[in-house]
């Protein structure tokens, strides 16, 4: 076997081939798109270089066929509470089932990681946003959502044989749009209703720039500081906003207000992939034109969540239960979806576990965030719990 660093055209493309031929037998694998996995390699359109360094690897048999890749990258900004060495990450990890190959892989980022002052690895993990590339499969494997991990079920053997362990598990929740909710969800919407001072609404393109300021100011009181997650500024939100609204469905995206104050919100897309498939990994000028057909005239059948997030003051007090009524009067009523699924949570973050559980929902998927500990003896210890 022999390991082939990242270093030029052909290998880059060879890197992204990899993956397509470890799948290749998957009914319900769905080709990334190549530009959302060569823009994390971009210097110029990833932020994390500016904090980081990363490197990849391809893994070659005795025949020069392609059987392994893997991505190590350093990242100043990449920290989770209780941390007591520094830690690099890897990831876009695939591999033949086979064990010599997978140790091949994970032990060139471990050296490489070991030169620059790192002491453990999480995996696999993005160098970048926690919302794409996170985890690894392990339940749940139905066709994949937009930039979600997936892989084949043998590779949770080949990281756990290797020495990995679960650092937290990551849980995604689903349920069917059709139907009636539980009855404390309309009991819960009805004590909120019956305060004038609540409203809620789902957004208008035409102005971005308010629910941008909205979801800045609920993110931050919501999710800053949790889990590693960091401060939000609306300019970065409107960015987002910019780059989602060619998809964006304008009646699965709710926030909440009390007395015109923004305090809750439910961030939705289509589920992207249910388009993308027919694209082979492309988004070059003709293939965004097919893009535009297909979306014209392919259903999306399912919608997926981003963010629910409501802020500390609100919590408990029914108001998710209100947003989710209210939304459904419109997604049910108005809206072509069957289901729906939600972006996964950790499970060092009871609170929001809880919230998953409380919308009527069943655990779709299951991933699970590794971590590897250079030095062996010393004590590996979980992601800690968040209230």
Known sequence: MQLVEVTDKVTAKQFLMVNIYINSSNPDYIRPLDNDINEVFDKKKNKTFRFGDVTRWILKD??????????????????????????????????????????????????????????????PINFGERDRWWGLLTEGFDPPGYCMNYNPAYYQQLFERYGFQPFYNQVCFARSVKGTMKDKFYERHANIAKDPGYHATYIDKKNLKKYAADFTIIYNKAFAGHGGLKEMHTEIVMKLFKKMKPFMDEKII?????????????????????????????????????????????????????????????????????????????IQKQLDYDDYEMQWIGDFNPKMINIGESLDTYRSRKLITYRYLFDRTREFKRHPMIS
């Open 254 to 330: 709710w926030f909440t207000y009390h007395n015109n104050n923004p305090i809750a919100m439910w961030v939705n897309i289509p589920e992207l992939n249910q388009w993308f498939k027919y694209l082979d990994g492309k988004l070059d000028f003709f293939s965004k034109l097919k893009f535009l057909w297909v979306k014209a005239t392919k259903r999306c059948s399912r919608f997926t969540g981003l963010v629910f997030g409501v802020i500390p003051e609100y919590q408990g007090t029914g108001v998710d239960a209100y947003m989710i009524v209210e939304g459904a009067k419109i």
């Open 62 to 123: 005795n025949d020069a066929k392609l059987i392994g890749r893997v991505a190590a990258f350093t990242n100043k900004k990449y920290k989770n509470k209780g941390d007591e060495v520094p830690v690099g990450g890897i990831g876009f990890f695939d591999c033949i089932n086979n064990q010599d190959a997978a140790d091949m892989l994970f032990s060139v980022a471990k050296h490489w990681l070991m030169q620059k002052g790192i002491e453990a690895m999480d995996g």
